[in-house]
């Protein structure tokens, strides 16, 4: 398999999975004009489009992509009905076109029925988990998003997170305002700062990686538990989570 990274819109990722005949997944198109640029540069054929959410930066190259590909099929939740989708899929279910098989994943939080799309090593998770940090949470709760960050935890360190959008600089500064001892999170910080400095792409990321510089993935941890202050012993890592996530969102 091949994973093809396409920038789209301001920050987002658009991922291509291509096998070795040819065929290729669309996953989260934002927009048609750079897949399609893809697509014909490398002789690809694709098989199908994969939606995690029906957020227009992850839909909206939709329709001009069927336009070329009248008979792609599209896999999304519920909630990409009327984004273009034309089966239905929900957590649980296995996307299995020609020879590619996806597991689907619920990860409600970021919206109502959010979804993740995972054939080992590679999980699209959208605006689930990002590098070192998580997705905001607009239409679910942080129970659910707390959730459904504990499925992709629980899936082999060398899962790659391919997520849909470039945040990691900015999670990492964000993760080391809140914890700057952490010496992993502080190299880290070092090296992604180069990276982006250079115009660099930072993801795909294992999820071995994040374990390590990821805040979102450590709530039980007591040195970070004391960073924020919560002086209880063994509290709720849900509380610990929902705190993380306030004080992100105001950061």
Avoid at 209 to 219: H, R, W, Y
Wanted: net charge negative.
């Amino acid at each position: 398999m091949e994973l093809i990274r396409v920038p789209a819109l301001n920050d987002n990722y658009i991922w291509v999975l291509a096998d070795n005949q040819k065929q290729c997944i669309i996953v989260d198109p934002a927009e048609a004009e750079a897949v399609l640029e893809i697509i014909t540069q490398r002789h690809l054929t694709p098989v199908a489009i994969l939606l995690t959410h029906h957020h227009n930066d992850h839909t909206g190259g939709v329709e001009d992509i069927l336009n070329k590909f009248t008979t792609l099929p599209v896999f999304g939740s519920k909630e990409t009905a009327d984004k273009g989708a034309t089966e239905l899929v929900a957590d649980g279910d296995n996307v299995v076109v020609n020879h590619f098989n996806f597991q689907v994943i619920s990860l409600s939080g970021h919206t109502t029925d959010h979804i993740g799309f995972y054939q080992a090593p590679y999980l699209f998770c959208g605006d689930t988990l990002f590098s070192a940090g998580c997705g905001r949470i607009f239409e679910g709760t942080p129970e659910q998003m707390y959730q459904s960050i504990q499925k992709i935890a629980a899936l082999p360190d060398d899962t790659l997170i391919c997520c849909a959008h470039e945040y990691t600089l900015s999670n990492l500064k964000f993760a080391h305002h809140i914890w700057p001892e952490n010496e992993a999170i502080t190299q880290y910080l070092q090296k992604i700062t180069q990276m982006r400095d250079k115009h660099q792409p930072t993801v795909p990321t294992t999820l071995k990686t994040e374990k390590k510089i990821n805040i979102f993935l450590q709530c039980d941890n007591q040195q970070l538990q004391k960073k924020l202050q919560i002086n209880m012993q063994n509290p709720p890592l849900r509380a610990v989570f929902t705190l993380l996530r306030q004080l992100k969102d105001q950061y």
